[in-house]
C-alpha cells in the first residue's frame, strides 16, 4: 500500500513537499513514480527515482524545481516542490513497481500499486 500526504494550498512560488509512504513492502527493491492530472487533462508522469541505486528522473517540465529522494529506513520517499506555479495544479500520486524501471519511466501502464493521490493547489 501506498498513501500521500503534504499536499494543499499553496501561493506561486512556493514550496511543498509531498511524503508518499509504502507499508506491507519494503521500498528498496521498487522504483516509485510521481504522476499528477488535472482536471481535463490526462495524467502526466513528473519524478521517479530507483529505490534501490537512487538514480532519479523529472520531467521536462518539472526540472529545476521538483525532485525526488527516498529513505529507505522510513519506508518513504519525497517530492520537493519549489517554484510552483498555478500549472503545478493537479491531483499527485505516488505508483510503485518492482523491479525498478530503467527506462520508460512514465508509462503509468507499467505501474502495480498507486496511492489515493494528495490534491495540490497553487494560486494567490
Known amino acids: 500500500q501506498l498513501m500521500e500526504s503534504g499536499g494543499g494550498l499553496v501561493q506561486p512560488g512556493g514550496s511543498l513537499t509531498l511524503s508518499c509512504a509504502a507499508s506491507?513492502?519494503?521500498?528498496?527493491?521498487?522504483?516509485i513514480g510521481w504522476f499528477r492530472q488535472a482536471p481535463g487533462k490526462e495524467r502526466e508522469g513528473v519524478s521517479y527515482?530507483?529505490?534501490?541505486?537512487?538514480?532519479?528522473y523529472n520531467a521536462d517540465s518539472v526540472k529545476g524545481r521538483f525532485s525526488i529522494s527516498r529513505d529507505n529506513a522510513k519506508n518513504t520517499v519525497y517530492l520537493q516542490m519549489n517554484s510552483l506555479k498555478a500549472e503545478d495544479t493537479a491531483v499527485y500520486y505516488c505508483?510503485?513497481?518492482?523491479?525498478?524501471?530503467?527506462?520508460?519511466?512514465?508509462?503509468?501502464?507499467?505501474?502495480?500499486?498507486w496511492g489515493q493521490g494528495t490534491q495540490v493547489t497553487v494560486s494567490s
Open positions: 527515482i530507483n529505490c534501490y541505486d537512487g538514480t532519479a
Open positions: 506491507g513492502f519494503a521500498l528498496d527493491s521498487y522504483g
Open positions: 505508483a510503485g513497481l518492482s523491479p525498478p524501471l530503467f527506462r520508460d519511466v512514465f508509462n503509468a501502464d507499467y505501474y502495480d500499486y
